[in-house]
């Protein structure tokens, strides 16, 4: 088995323990190694410890010298759109100068626009869209990512576009009811369509399924009905909720055992009671928040209050197009007043928590996997600390240098 | 003289005209050239134009295949603070954990904790500090940046880091008046100090002065007293100001003549109209608000007022650890309601401007320094677009690719 030693660390910083997810004061316990090294044997991290405990190692090992560098678990990216076609930077452009949500409609922009994209990229289009997206989101660090499907809304483009994501390494979320697409005479009339002709297939492509629960998207009782559907064939739950009104997504969340419901930039003070006092992490996207010019989601009374958070990117062409990891965490750190300690729980091992894989993925500890991402800098903060900087220096996945 | 030919790019964007700075609905004024050429002719740009009008070439020319890319003007960074020691980390983190200004100063934060580290870095420590943060600046399209002095306040560091700035390409300007080091009694004290022994010789290596207008710092009189002593030995003169409180300082800009007041965080609606119009150019620092955790600037007003306003990074270890002028395009179209077209002139030939430079910088256009950014996007707005991107392909620079 190829072993790579990963010597001369300035430091080496993990979350700490072997639980998930991490909640209130625990969010912030770190493992945090000076002058360290990390052993992977294969796919997983041997060891990891202080150099001047590093004892002498048969056999061969492929040895990395970091001084200088810092290390931290390869990160997690647990909510991100990278099946699409086309861009929204028209629609980017005409809402920095002002244009109204109707001007932007009428200007032909909103997720229809980029259905329609989607759709004419086709299968082989939508390979290589989300492997040059996953190689983005690699290059900042990235090594474990969750991908949505829901810009397709057809059988043809939906299948197609969990497949694109688990071919490029992603784990594939079905989000059959992100919007009702043309087509279709209304949101019940969709629903009967995707559960009928997507969902059995579907459910043998994701781990996951999602619904955007929202005025204007999907209400309560059909997001209901869509996830308990998906449910039924085995489907772990996910939802959108509380991004521009709280309209019900924490209470069925609860009600039905999500992992996750993820924005929260209008959750009130019932919602943070709630969710604290649940297996539901909630999922805060300040990239996207910052994107649309929104108010951020209430993370300090989230995590104060004892609710599991996760932190994730968004990455989409219309609210997000965003798929850094590290800008998350300056956000962390200056918009949502989470400590880089934290914000590194938070898009670690809380996010491999919500896709299932905190056993495996989102520490550096032996018998994880070996996903660790190398910093410019010796300490590991500069993470959250170098706003919009090129702080990764070299990416490890699998045990091997990217 | 050697020729470097850009051929095949999907885009070329400049701000328009020869005028400088933009202003109101000029500034957002593009020359915008689909399939388009760059011809550079040693440091110069020879010519640009469409792609099909390119005649046959004599001679020995250099050529770059840059399809799918589009091309920008170098960015022109006009307001960095790159000669420190040490960094804030300590700080950031407790910051963003929430400790106030008081614990942070308790715990040894602030200007001074970064004066003692810049102290102690040395001349020698100075140079290879400012050439690694020009090349961090040069990696995400910054081709032309001013640097200001201000972490030494005694005569030794205070010229050193004039000269690291000078030595790695940069534009000095002299920031006497950052802050009063513990070793005087008062700003007075320290100005007696600063005009005697540091003016003669900074007055040399710089282009212009800078002072920190604000509370606790320095007042209007005192500012009065420093920038009308430096403007005396031919220094251009520039202000911080209105940053925390208004304290003067846009009247003071317009009194003395100076090329720009910069932050405008706090400036109300007499501070927009008089700025609107006079010959000072506001200098936004939307990473800083964000750094900070603090309101942005009135751009929109300012601009649709028909203020002159330039963007810049305000890279700093405090309050603004970011040298990515894409990513404070970002800003500016999120949070200051810039569009693409605005935020680009403010970074390139308006930033120009407040650096005597707009003649020959900001600008893809004959006669202009051939300095470009060729953007990994066929639309340049992804600059703006592209979030924490990785948006920057190559740079050229003197008509060289760096």
Not at 288 to 313: E, H, I, K, Q, Y
Request: charged letters at 20%; one cysteine or more.
């Amino acid at each position: 088995m190829p072993r790579l030693l990963i010597r001369d660390l300035a430091q080496v910083a993990s979350p700490a323990g072997r639980t998930a997810p991490l909640r209130g004061s625990a969010l912030a316990d770190l493992d945090w190694i000076d002058d360290a090294y990390i052993l992977c044997a294969g796919a997983e991290i041997e060891a990891v410890g202080r150099m001047r405990d590093l004892g002498s190692l048969e056999g061969d090992v492929q040895e990395l010298h970091a001084r200088g560098l810092s290390a931290v678990p390869g990160l997690v990216d647990c909510h991100t759109h990278p099946a699409f076609g086309g861009d929204r930077v028209d629609e980017f452009s005409l809402r920095a100068a002002g244009a109204s949500y109707e001007e932007l409609h009428a200007a032909g922009g909103g997720i229809l626009s980029t259905v329609e994209a989607t759709r004419a990229a086709g299968a082989d289009g939508l390979m290589s869209t989300v492997a040059r997206h996953r190689d983005w989101m690699l290059r900042v660090g990235t090594t474990t990512f969750e991908g949505k499907s829901g810009y397709g809304l057809d059988r043809e483009t939906e299948l197609a576009s969990l497949r694109a994501i688990a071919a490029a390494g992603g784990i594939p979320t079905w989000l059959g009811a992100h919007a009702v697409p043309p087509e279709h005479a209304d949101a019940s009339v969709y629903l009967d369509f995707v559960l009928a002709e997507v969902l059995p297939e579907a459910a043998r492509l994701a781990e996951a399924a999602d619904v955007f629960l929202e005025r204007g998207a999907f209400d309560v009782d059909r997001a209901r009905r869509y996830l308990e559907a998906c449910a039924a064939t085995g489907l772990a739950l996910r939802l959108h909720g509380d991004q521009f009104t709280e309209a019900g997504a924490i209470p069925l969340a609860i009600e039905l055992g999500a992992r996750s419901v993820d924005h929260l930039e209008a959750t009130g003070p019932a919602g943070i009671a709630a969710l604290a006092t649940s297996d539901v992490t909630g999922v805060l996207l300040p990239a996207s928040a910052l994107f649309l010019g929104r108010p951020m989601p209430p993370a300090r009374a989230l995590v104060d209050a004892g609710a599991a958070v996760a932190l994730a990117t968004d990455f989409n062409p219309g609210s997000a197009f965003c798929e850094s990891l590290p800008l998350v965490c300056s956000l962390a750190a200056t918009q949502l007043k989470l400590s880089p300690a934290e914000a590194l729980a938070a898009c670690t091992v809380n996010a491999a928590h919500v896709l299932g894989r905190a056993g495996t993925h989102g520490r550096l500890a032996p018998g994880y996997r070996a996903d660790i991402v190398l910093l410019d800098a010796s300490d590991w903060r500069y993470l959250a600390y170098h706003l919009g900087g090129a702080v990764v220096s070299r990416v490890v996945k699998d045990g091997q240098l990217v």
